[in-house]
């Protein structure tokens, strides 16, 4: 039976195209994490290893809701290895970096897939597709929300020291006359 919900078949390929993309982006994120959480070593481990687990168990549960919109739009969700190589932009981890090197690789992941969901945005909204949208809104919400996390873990704090350092200064103040 054709699909009548007011969007044009050339419009739904459009958007399913983007939120196959997305899909494939967010897999290989999501193994990535995995990865990452069964391999990091180091004085960090067991935080990392929790934090990582955190994440790929959202990102797994991710995935179902992106490959479901894009069978509602009319057309297969990619779910091969094959697929998803062809069309994400994230290169996979086949040996193990160390802990600081996952970090940024995960950074640098998940500023990818916040870049992949807003193009996908783009297609649906230019086709009034509200739900592929939403998908899309809360994909970057999530991604860019991560990476401010894991890229925090690579700084010393050093400017926020300064900054704390900065404000006893004005103690003095404190006393008017
Ligand atoms: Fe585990």
């Not at 290893?49 to 959202?58: A, D, L, R």
């Not at 998803?84 to 996979?92: C, F, H, P, V």
Request: charged fraction near 25%; charge should be neutral; proline fraction near 3%.
């Amino acid at each position: 039976m054709a699909i009548d919900i007011g969007i044009s078949e050339k419009d739904r390929r459009k958007i399913a195209d983007g939120l196959s993309r997305l899909l494939a982006d967010s897999f290989v994120l999501y193994l990535k994490t995995h990865n990452f959480h069964w391999n990091v070593t180091g004085p960090q481990f067991n935080s990392l290893h929790n934090m990582f687990m955190t994440q790929y168990t959202e990102q797994w549960n991710a995935l179902d809701v992106i490959a479901e919109r894009i069978r509602a739009l009319g057309f297969p969700a990619p779910g091969s290895f094959a697929a998803y190589a062809e069309l994400s932009s994230i290169r996979e981890e086949t040996g193990v970096p160390n802990a600081q090197e996952m970090i940024r690789q995960l950074v640098a992941a998940q500023e990818a897939v916040a870049r992949t969901a807003r193009e996908a945005f783009r297609l649906a909204d230019e086709a009034d597709d509200q739900p592929s949208a939403d998908v899309c809104t809360q994909r970057m919400d999530v991604h860019e929300k991560t990476a401010w996390m894991l890229r925090s873990l690579l700084e010393d704090g050093g400017d926020v020291a300064v900054a704390a350092a900065g404000k006893p200064g004005k103690k003095g103040k404190k006393s008017k006359k």
